[in-house]
């Protein structure tokens, strides 16, 4: 008895709002909310229980229209766009120098957030922010003895006693930047050059202690990060490089509980690969020209998830007034189903890829 071969996976859901190639999806809300940007410059807040955008926006101006739902601007830097760098973001848990404190006075209700983008003057230079304070809090300056070229991928993590700041370059190199402490200067503890062609993303696994590059050429690579035990007292080199057959991956995105990591590729195809073993799980194609973002929703376990009508519920009951406590409860009998319906939206294993095209395919895998 012969077996048929089974057809293409095809995608879940297409999101069509972008008239422009979509360069960023991210997840947010607890995988309530998508947002996607496109090369234009529009940002689209997607509702991921309907598929159909809540609010939709043009980012980059100075006065957004006031016509349509968009978010208030909080915050704006002038960085350096010739690199073609996505900028990096962290929490900063760490203790700010004194003058960083003064500043942040004023907006104290907002945590602190460390910004890593290229370097205003030295494109291979990396510049450190501080929000909400909006001023510059370190500078990495290009190392001369290396010819690297422009910073074309960056990422940022903050922890107990360090910040890490991991770059990849035109010249396919990669480095690690560590600052000890507040104020001191970033030491580079780490650098390969396991790539051919420019590094096009960076993802540090959600153990925080390794990263994961790909590059123009078709290699991708695990890199130690100093946070693994023991690490440095080894040779520094990558943990493996893997030699895929397929140029031009980008967008790499690793799943919050790192055993996946996904790449947009410049063929159309979107890609599966094993965190632990390198090895490709599955290739996603639908797109008839290139991919350039993924994202990955969060893993959420289904009694963990809280819906809008669940937070307004738990208000209204926290009231103590007997009929505003009945109102609640027969508001909720009535939403039951849509709740089911946002918990089964935001418990779903979705992985977002953005195309030239201008759309967005949700997948639904592992």
């Known amino acids: 008895m012969s077996s048929e071969p089974l057809p293409p996976l095809q995608p879940t859901f297409v999101l069509r709002g972008h008239s422009a190639p979509v360069h960023a999806v991210h997840f947010l809300h607890g995988n309530a909310r998508l947002i996607t940007g496109d090369a234009e410059g529009w940002v689209v807040s997607w509702n991921l229980s309907f598929k159909r955008p809540v609010a939709v926006w043009k980012a980059h101006v100075d006065k957004p229209p006031d016509t349509s739902p968009h978010p208030w601007l909080l915050h704006m830097l002038t960085v350096n766009t010739l690199n073609f760098c996505s900028f990096a973001m962290c929490l900063d848990g760490l203790p700010q120098p004194q003058s960083l404190h003064m500043a942040s006075n004023a907006k104290k209700d907002q945590p602190p957030i460390l910004v890593a983008v290229p370097n205003t003057i030295d494109s291979g230079g990396i510049d450190v922010y501080q929000l909400p304070s909006e001023t510059r809090a370190a500078v990495i300056h290009a190392d001369r003895n290396i010819t690297t070229g422009m910073v074309m991928a960056l990422a940022i993590q903050a922890e107990s006693s360090r910040v890490q700041v991991v770059a990849g370059y035109e010249s396919g190199h990669t480095m690690v930047f ?53 690490v440095w007292k ?29 790449t947009a590729g410049w063929d159309a195809r979107v890609r599966i690969y094993s965190a632990k073993t390198m090895k490709e799980l599955a290739v996603l194609k639908w797109h008839k020209v290139g991919c350039f973002t993924t994202a990955f929703a969060e893993i959420i376990e289904p009694g963990a998830i809280k819906t809008e009508d669940d937070i307004v519920v738990k208000e209204e009951e926290d009231e103590g007034d007997e009929v505003q406590t009945a109102i609640a409860k027969q508001s909720s009998a009535i939403s039951t189903v849509r709740r089911r319906r946002d918990a089964k939206a935001q418990s779903t294993h979705w992985l977002a890829a953005g195309s030239k095209d201008g759309k967005v395919s949700l997948w639904d895998i592992y």
């Open 178 to 230: 560590v600052q000890s402490d507040p104020g001191a200067q970033f030491q580079r503890l780490y650098c390969a050059q396991p790539h051919s062609q420019p590094i096009l993303s960076i993802a540090v696994l959600p153990s925080r202690d390794c990263y994961v590059t790909s590059a123009a050429d078709a290699v991708i690579a695990k890199h130690p990060l100093p946070a693994a035990q023991g």
């Open 234 to 262: 080894t040779e520094l080199k990558p943990f493996k490089v893997i030699q895929t057959k397929h140029s031009g991956q980008q967008g790499l995105q690793v799943r919050s509980d790192g055993k996946v990591f996904a």
